[in-house]
């Protein structure tokens, strides 16, 4: 909700159910201080409440051209991409997490997509997190919503969820972006964009992409999106 803090300024307060996606927000808020995220201003870390800098006006970035929201994003990364270790979780935790019930989630779900992308986001889950490089902050839901137009800066990130983990993985929300443009061309283009002009490993950026977006790919609003995300940078490979 919008407030107005003592001093007059404007400010956000945020109140939350608590869950492991979000945890440590406030945390990684602190660490980023700023540079390319709103401020902390405060944190009741007991009522789950956040009281934090607002975006003014508040745009999406999904509201923008494609080729310019791919041009924020590419400034944005290497600033949100901190060296950072705890008390944050690991994307290697995360992607062993997400590993352990893949499949019995799949067979629950009376296996709504096909084999093969099941066993591609498995065998990135298992074999990529052994050989991650740099571990840096990453904001596993970055798209074209949570970045907002500002005053401070032109364009802000908002609500990170946050883990730790080498900067290939942090394209994956992006690539996704559906916001920005859903086809096998728009795609495809956000991903070679941004693995290029980011000097990413492609294979690893395509292997955690397709991890993450299967792995989410179980909600009801995203499943067909999220599955042919998945299923266009499969066959791109």
């Not at 406030?26 to 009522?47: S, T």
């Not at 051209?65 to 990364?77: C, H, I, K, P, S």
């Not at 990529?128 to 401070?152: I, Y």
């Not at 950026?205 to 998945?230: K, L, N, P, S």
Request: hydrophobic residues 45%; glycine residues 8%; charged residues 25%.
């Amino acid at each position: 909700m919008p407030v107005t803090t003592a001093e007059g300024e404007q400010a956000v307060l945020k109140v939350q159910q608590p869950h492991r996606e979000s945890e440590h927000e406030a945390a990684a808020l602190e660490l980023w201080g700023g540079d390319g995220a709103i401020r902390l201003l405060d944190a009741e870390p007991e009522e789950d409440a956040l009281l934090l800098e607002r975006c003014v006006p508040g745009t999406p970035l999904s509201s923008a051209d494609g080729e310019a929201a791919l041009d924020v994003f590419v400034e944005l990364l290497p600033r949100l991409w901190k060296p950072a270790g705890a008390p944050f979780g690991t994307l290697a935790a995360e992607a062993a997490w997400w590993a352990d019930s893949l499949e019995e989630t799949w067979e629950r779900f009376a296996r709504p997509f096909e084999r093969r992308l099941l066993d591609a986001a498995l065998e990135a889950m298992l074999q990529l997190p052994r050989t991650q490089g740099t571990q840096v902050l990453l904001h596993q839901d970055l798209h074209g919503d949570n970045v907002l137009s500002a005053q401070r800066e032109p364009w802000l990130a908002i609500d990170p969820k946050p883990l730790v983990g080498e900067r290939e993985f942090g394209v994956a929300p992006i690539v996704r972006s559906r916001e920005l443009g859903h086809s096998r061309g728009d795609v495809l283009h956000r991903f070679d964009r941004l693995t290029a002009e980011l000097d990413l490993d492609r294979e690893r950026a395509r292997g955690w992409t397709i991890a993450q977006t299967i792995a989410w790919a179980f909600d009801g609003e995203y499943h067909q999106t999220h599955v042919e995300t998945a299923h266009w940078l499969l066959e791109a490979g």
